[in-house]
């Protein structure tokens, strides 16, 4: 839990409860798998080639959980259609964390207490699903 001040006011921020502060509310959060390929755009783009670019380029390299764009696009359309009043920081955390079952999410995303097992149980093996079968 972090405390933010902004404008002489405090703002709590806590995301196991989706309380992200202000500045995230309507900002869409990307999985890193999207970060990818966002930073894998043509050099020719004006992308910076500085030590910090390539070695966060080299992390999303090394941690992205669906390499290819289809894979990576379908993840997000499997997450949204299955809950759809899910928040964006929950949807990026889901594809990220991978979990294998509705317990092991909702326990590293507290957030998601609010939907049925069965449900997320079905997108969460669709998922893996997708996972193992990218080319």
């Not at 839990?1 to 703002?11: D, K």
């Not at 992205?64 to 894979?71: A, D, I, L």
């Not at 590293?108 to 957030?111: F, G």
């Not at 997708?130 to 080319?135: E, H, I, S, W």
């Given at each position: ?11 709590e ?5 989706l ?9 869409l959060?990307?999985?890193i798998?999207e970060?990818r390929?966002?930073l894998?755009?043509p ?6 080639d ?6 966060t380029?080299?992390y ?14 379908a ?32 326990s590293?995303?507290?957030?998601l207490q ?15 699903t ?6």
């Open positions: 839990m972090a405390l933010r001040l902004q404008q002489n006011q405090a703002e921020e806590d995301a196991s409860q309380k992200l502060s202000s500045e995230f509310a309507n900002d959060c990307l999985s798998s970060v390929f966002l894998e755009l050099r020719d783009r004006g992308v910076p500085t030590q910090v670019y390539n070695k380029l080299d999303v390299r090394t941690f992205t959980k669906f390499p290819t764009q289809e894979s990576t696009q993840v997000r359309a499997l997450i949204s259609r299955g809950m759809d009043d899910l928040a964006q920081f929950e949807t990026a955390q889901i594809a990220n964390l991978t979990p294998l079952t509705a317990d092991e999410a909702k590293v995303i507290p957030t609010r939907y049925d097992d069965d449900v997320l149980q079905g997108i969460l093996d669709e998922m893996q997708l996972r193992k079968f990218q080319t």
